[in-house]
């Protein structure tokens, strides 16, 4: 029985992308955390397949800065963690 679970957890379809919109409170090396527009907290992992971009243009993730509006599309792990796929920053004409 627990090798059927294990196999039904591994072979599960990824769950769909998630957006989040909000502005940056923090950001380090390894995560991003936003204030989101609904009053929420969340933290987000960053991993080497994160992207960023501004104005159309791909950026740093350490270029972003607390206070600047994003939009963060992230998958959601198992675990119940998000894992940031693309941070897209207002950029500077909407700020």
Do not use: W
Request: glycine share 8%; with cysteine.
């Amino acid at each position: 029985m627990q090798i059927l679970l294990c196999l039904l957890l591994f072979f599960q379809p990824p769950l769909p992308a998630a957006h989040f919109n909000g502005k940056i409170h923090t950001v380090t090396k390894s995560a991003i955390t936003v204030d989101t527009d609904e009053g929420n907290e969340v933290e987000f992992t960053i991993t080497r397949k994160t992207k960023a971009e501004r104005d159309g243009k791909s950026i740093g993730l350490q270029s972003l800065q607390a206070g600047e509006q994003v939009s963060i599309e992230a998958h959601q792990e198992l675990r119940g963690y998000f894992i940031a796929l693309k941070v897209i920053a207002a950029g500077s004409s909407a700020h």
